[in-house]
């Protein structure tokens, strides 16, 4: 299953929502969890199983979709959320997207 | 704490072989499947392999485009993972990384710093 995610590059201010899209190639039947990564860092996960928040994780952070189309939400964009986010499935092997970088304008 | 952490990284020419090791603690490593993923710099990581844990016979799982090449095996008696990589390639450079399943299902928790592999003449 290959996975396409959309934007490539988001540029947001402080206090905005933000929606990142992820689509796959094939049926990922919720089997879809979502990593950040922020540079120089290893990737943390976010979200499980389409919409299962992380232990740890801020509630401003949230998951939802089905079939082939995905997206994470951040409700209020805070400075430290400045990273690229990957979507990766599990559904029939294992495969990552390409990245959504985001920043703040 | 679980802590993961890589080792082993650095200038390898092509056609040579390398083996990277990670090392496990605050968890009891023989209940987990441990994974190796690998992304080169500014693309997305990519899956390696699997090794089960205790419970499914330590047996291993690779992606097809690393078969052959690369082996993953683990010490249960040292808390380490292990891969080895041979007939290394150009396109085998990237940042490598340890990382556990998570109980649940296929999608890791935690994630080793990660180590650097460059396959170059």
């Known amino acids: 299953i290959q996975l396409t995610q959309s934007p490539s590059l988001l540029s947001a201010s402080v206090g905005d929502r933000v929606t990142l899209s992820c689509k796959g190639s094939q049926n990922i039947n919720n089997y879809l969890a979502w990593y950040q990564q922020k540079l120089g860092e290893a990737p943390k996960l976010l979200i499980y199983?389409?919409?299962s928040l992380q232990t740890g994780i801020p509630s401003r952070f949230s998951g939802s979709g089905s079939g082939t189309d995905y997206t994470l939400t951040i409700s209020s964009l805070q400075p430290e959320d400045v990273a690229t986010y990957f979507c990766y499935q599990y559904n029939n092997g294992f495969t990552f997207g390409s990245g959504t970088k985001l920043e703040i304008k | 704490e679980v802590k993961l952490l890589e080792s082993g990284g650095g200038l390898v020419q092509p056609g040579g072989s390398m083996r990277l090791s990670c090392a496990a603690s605050g968890f009891t490593f023989t209940d987990f499947y441990m994974n190796w993923i690998r992304q080169p710099a500014g693309k997305a990581p990519e899956w390696l392999g699997f090794i089960r844990n205790k419970a499914n016979g330590y047996t291993t799982e690779y992606n097809p485009s690393v078969k052959g090449r690369f082996t993953i095996s683990r010490d249960n008696t040292q808390n380490m993972l292990y891969l080895q990589m041979n007939t290394l390639r150009a396109e085998d450079t990237a940042t490598y990384y340890c990382a556990r399943r998570t109980r649940r299902g296929y999608y890791f928790d935690y994630w080793g710093q990660g180590v650097m592999v460059t396959v170059s003449s």
């Open positions: 199983n389409t919409n």
